[in-house]
């Protein structure tokens, strides 16, 4: 059986005569009148249709007039009504009170943990993939600036069930993000909350604008007016030989208290950065260690790898910076310095500032990847001025990625 169109037929071909094309336009011309009641309503055509087309260019201008780098694929809201989310954050940081080791509060002793990024080894079996969290303490002495770090004897094991392309529980990083310890896995996209030893996913980030099929690789992650940001690595995608593929490393997710994500472009941004240390494409930074400082109102970035070349799998791995850079809110200022020596395999994986300190002393973490081979060091510093409180000690054989006071 064959269908048929609900609307009348039309055939440009055929022509009327002058009267049909008058009787035509007459009957748009007309009134049309619903009875309703005793009352006639009589509705004009004309005045519909300039309704019609006034609605639709008052939401063209709309969607033109939204900030660049905004993408509404996930809750079709602007940005800044994020703020305005109906949610008590809890604001406890760190999760566990430190101990203080004198009377006068100069010497405190902080729970601290790292989680690694096991890369392939994280497959244990058919459905099962795991990674190690190792906690330990970190005493600091305010007066004198002297650390002391002590590691626990065993590590807890993480274990999940997510995955993507036969990989998965590949943690990037640890935040505490409304009174809750997060990890981040940079296969599958799924923001996790430890609790105890178990994973729980909590969100998924797509990756791009968010229209992506796969997930985001997140690096790096912080907390801002109670807002989590999630990054990637903030280069291009590109090739063994450095040839681009895609910027959706480039854009970055705001995730609230209650999960809704929106994703913004940070090209420019990152761009800034490069531009800031004098690098120019095909030079490149990879970030892997960013943290937001409300005291100091800005954007710390301690870049894992720094080149003025392309980008070239072998050589990447001997590209590691001892560089700190600063941007304010909008970017429009960036200062660049140095903490410390410079150890071309070793990479800033994670980094946190030391509770206390008002945000002048920080913790760090730098990993290696050399010929397969993978090992995690732990450094003190001065925020002010890049000096080395705490030399770079190693924790092991083991490429961690996220640090946090627990």
Same mark, same amino acid.
């Given at each position: ?10 055939? &440009? ?218 990054? =990637? ?47 120019? &494409? ?57 903490? %410390? &020596?410079?150890?071309?395999?070793? =990479? ?37 001025? %890049? ?20």
């Amino acid at each position: 059986m064959s269908s048929r169109s609900l609307l009348p037929e039309f055939n &440009p071909l055929v022509t009327g005569s002058s009267s049909t094309s008058r009787d035509w336009l007459q009957a748009i011309r007309t009134r049309t009148n619903f009875r309703i009641g005793n009352s006639t309503v009589r509705c004009q055509t004309n005045f519909t249709l300039t309704i019609i087309v006034l609605g639709t260019i008052t939401l063209l201008i709309f969607y033109t007039l939204l900030p660049k780098g905004m993408s509404l694929f996930d809750d079709h809201t602007h940005y800044q009504s994020l703020l305005e989310e109906p949610a008590n954050y809890n604001a406890t940081y760190p999760l566990t009170r430190p101990i203080s080791l004198d009377r006068a509060d100069n010497k405190l002793k902080y729970r601290i943990a790292v989680v690694a990024d096991m890369d392939k080894e994280s497959k244990l079996v058919d459905n099962a993939w795991i990674s190690k969290l190792k906690t330990g303490w970190l005493v600091y002495d305010r007066k004198y600036k002297l650390v002391e770090i002590e590691w626990d004897s065993s590590e807890l094991t993480l274990k999940g069930s997510l995955s993507q392309g036969g990989r998965g529980m590949e943690l990037s990083e640890l935040v505490i993000f409304d009174g809750k310890l997060l990890s981040f896995d940079d296969r599958t996209g799924v923001i996790y909350r430890i609790e105890d030893e178990r994973v729980i996913p909590w969100v998924l980030l797509n990756d791009g604008d968010g229209h992506a099929t796969k997930g985001f690789k997140s690096e790096w992650a912080t907390v801002k007016d109670g807002l989590l940001y999630v990054g =990637g690595l903030g280069k291009e995608w590109t090739n063994s030989n450095g040839a681009i593929i895609s910027y959706d490393p480039q854009w970055i997710k705001v995730v609230t208290p209650g999960g809704r994500v929106v994703h913004r472009e940070w090209r420019d941004n990152y761009l800034s950065l490069c531009a800031a240390a004098n690098i120019e &494409p095909p030079g490149y930074m990879i970030h892997e260690a960013v943290n937001w400082s409300p005291v100091h109102q800005q954007w710390f970035f301690l870049p894992r790898r720094a080149s003025h070349e392309a980008y070239d799998d072998l050589k990447d791995e001997i590209r590691g910076t001892n560089l700190l850079l600063r941007a304010s809110q909008d970017f429009q200022r960036i200062t660049l310095q140095k903490v %410390g &020596p410079k150890i071309e395999s070793h =990479g800033f994986s994670s980094f946190k500032f030391i509770p206390e300190t008002q945000d002048t002393v920080a913790v760090a973490i730098k990993s290696e990847e050399v010929k397969g081979k993978a090992a995690t060091y732990i450094t003190v510093f001065n925020v002010a001025d %890049g000096q080395i409180i705490f030399p770079e000690t190693k924790i092991g054989n083991v490429k961690y990625e996220g640090i946090e006071f627990i």
